[in-house]
């Protein structure tokens, strides 16, 4: 996590910095710094607890000149989030440095430079990098040196910048396990993490390596490998749109994505179908010819998508699939079935356990990897043998919404394309596709029952518990309504596959744990109704999303919100979308910060 932006210019770059960290809010949001050396060569630095608002508000107050700095949005690893913790950390008032990662030998690097007499004035991992370069400064030539020296003591994660305000004429940048790109301008260079942030300054960047330092100067940019010789990294031109990404008319992010999503549904269908068939184009066959077996690796809503397209993969397809947490997977020891796919779901495309899992899985017996991405420029994008873009739009809200039903329907296609290979006949892909086809105006349907979920809502924001059922592709929907819920509204809530419950959870249930259900009409139903007796007969009360031919009928102990009738295939989709509303209207009564909740991030860049 963490956000990092740097800038060797001729001009002032306090507002580029302040502008590129907004930009990468979503890496974290609890504290932002900047450190700029002015022309005088003093170094000047701002740091502030919460968001970059508060930075750039304290530049106006105080401005800062200067053609060289850095800055940083923090996501609290190590020490709270208050301002000694904060980026960038300074040693002797000349070294600056900003850092993304986790230094995992911190402790024992901090003991040996306080035995050289360094002080350290925050609780902060990174705070080692900084006096470390100070303390080889003393003994080499040049500033590129010792950050040379003092990469090789560091492990863990890094991607780091620094600057000396005895050099002001340029930055040091490297790169081991958290992202860093380069950006060329005109007489000027840039560095952040990711090039959302320097698009409104330039379009062309290149893409460090694991193990990569750069020189970063205002005529010339020398990297170094992992071996310390000099290397080139490909200049590329971004392919990301720099559209404006506002709100509109909503209050916030994610009411705007839930609202998206029949537009993104169709822009990720767009020129996929071709007469009743996923587009032979849509994924690549070649590649895929002859896989037996899928595991899927994501985490959080992802995680999520990777449940329901198990039971679709095995159900449609004939395939078997196994569905794996990232963080879970990259430190087991798995077993390999022949002929297997590795596929990895993020939005961001830069999960650092979930791209630490492809690298895993690279070194394993897998015929090919594949990743459904919403990042065209990401690291699992470039790292993968075939990538799928989900072309969801941009997603700003931290709780993910349209880039979990904009998965749902790319998995749905590859199970098309893939269950052609195995049990898969032309009329059942025929019905998918109708189906999927069918997602954007059902969707909107679903949208319009926004009225009735905010009065929901209104009798469930003083809860402070609840509980999801599902069964069979509902349960993870069951799972990420109740993600949902509690990300953004703080509430505990839990999720059971419905059958489970007489197995514990019946135990919580009383009148003040509401239990939300999703009742879909397939072939589950009369047994997911013995499983909602079970809590009525138990005081609970229910919330139940059901179809209206399902014969739910609300009363005392029962709400039932109908949700217009869908095939079976899509359901799992059509239904995440009340849960959506269901929980950003309890937030909001709650008043809680939707879009950027209490200790999260959009892009989990550690691990
Ligand atoms: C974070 C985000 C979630 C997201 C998860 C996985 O926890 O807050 O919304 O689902 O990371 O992210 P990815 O980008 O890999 O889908």
Redesign the pocket.
């Known amino acids: 996590m963490c956000g990092i932006v740097g800038a060797v210019a001729q001009r002032d770059v306090a507002a580029i910095l302040i502008a590129g960290l907004k930009q990468l809010e979503y890496r974290g949001y609890d504290s932002a710094g900047l450190a700029i050396i002015s022309a005088d060569k003093q170094l000047h630095c701002l740091r502030r607890v919460g968001k970059v608002e508060k930075l750039q508000q304290a530049v106006i107050e105080s401005p800062v000149f200067g053609g060289t700095g850095i800055a940083h949005t923090r996501w609290a690893t190590h020490g709270i989030a208050n301002e000694t913790n904060a980026h960038p950390h300074i040693s002797h008032q000349q070294i600056a440095v900003v850092h993304n990662g986790i230094i995992e030998n911190h402790q024992q690097l901090r003991q040996q430079l306080i035995e050289q007499g360094y002080t350290f004035s925050s609780e902060t991992d990174t705070e080692v990098i900084t006096h470390l370069t100070h303390f080889h400064l003393q003994t080499t030539e040049t500033l590129l040196e010792a950050v040379q020296k003092t990469i090789k003591q560091l492990q863990g994660a890094y991607g780091t910048v620094i600057i000396d305000k005895n050099d002001p004429e340029q930055m040091i940048v490297a790169r081991s396990g958290s992202p860093l790109v380069i950006g060329y301008g005109l007489g000027e260079h840039f560095v952040a993490s990711d090039p959302l942030a320097l698009l409104a300054v330039t379009r062309r960047f290149s893409f460090l390596e694991e193990g990569d330092i750069a020189q970063i100067s205002r005529f010339s940019v020398k990297i170094f490998d992992a071996q310390g010789d000099p290397v080139k990294r490909d200049i590329v031109e971004s392919q990301t749109s720099n559209e404006s990404n506002d709100k509109g008319q909503y209050k916030h992010y994610m009411l705007k994505e839930i609202f998206e999503q029949p537009l993104a549904l169709q822009r990720t269908l767009a020129g996929r179908i071709q007469q009743h068939k996923i587009a032979p184009d849509c994924f690549p066959n070649e590649k895929l010819q002859g896989i037996e077996h899928i595991q899927i690796i994501?985490?959080?809503?992802?995680?999520h998508a990777a449940l329901v397209a198990r039971y679709w993969f095995e159900s449609l397809a004939g395939i078997s699939c196994n569905v794996e947490i990232a963080s879970e997977f990259r430190y087991r020891k798995s077993v390999t079935p022949k002929n297997s796919l590795l596929i990895t779901?993020?939005?961001?495309?830069?999960?650092a356990d979930?791209l630490a899992a492809l690298r895993l899985a690279k070194q394993l017996d897998y015929q090919t990897t594949l990743t459904i991405c919403?990042?065209p420029e990401s690291s699992l994008v470039r790292e993968s043998d075939i990538a799928y873009m989900m072309k969801a739009g941009r997603e700003v809200g931290?709780?993910?919404s349209k880039?979990?039903t904009v998965q749902l329907a790319a998995l749905l296609m590859l199970v098309a394309t893939l269950g052609r290979q195995h049990q898969l006949s032309a009329d059942r892909e025929k019905q998918i596709v109708e189906a999927l086809q069918s997602l954007p105006a059902k969707i909107e349907q679903v949208l319009a029952m926004e009225q009735q979920i905010k009065q929901l809502a209104e009798g469930f924001a003083d809860k402070h518990h609840s509980l999801f059922l599902g069964r069979g592709e509902q349960y993870p929907i069951a799972m990420e309504g109740a993600l949902k819920l509690k990300?953004i509204s703080y509430i505990h809530a839990e999720a059971y596959a419905a059958g489970e419950l007489k197995h514990g959870p019946l135990a919580l249930v009383d009148a003040d744990m509401p239990v939300i259900v999703v009742a879909p009409d397939n072939e589950l139903l009369e047994k997911l109704k013995s499983n909602v007796e079970e809590v009525r007969a138990r005081g609970g009360l229910m919330i139940v999303f059901a179809d209206k031919n399902s014969g739910f009928k609300s009363d005392d102990t029962m709400q039932v919100l109908e949700v217009p009738h869908c095939d079976p295939i899509i359901a799992p989709i059509v239904y995440t979308i009340p849960l959506q509303l269901l929980s950003y209207h309890v937030a909001l009564i709650k008043g809680t910060d939707v879009d950027q909740p209490r200790n999260?991030?959009?892009?989990?860049t550690v691990e």
């Open positions: 994501a985490c959080g809503t992802s995680y779901l993020s939005q961001s495309g830069e999960t979930t919403n990042s931290v709780a993910s880039a979990f990300e999260l991030a959009k892009s989990v």
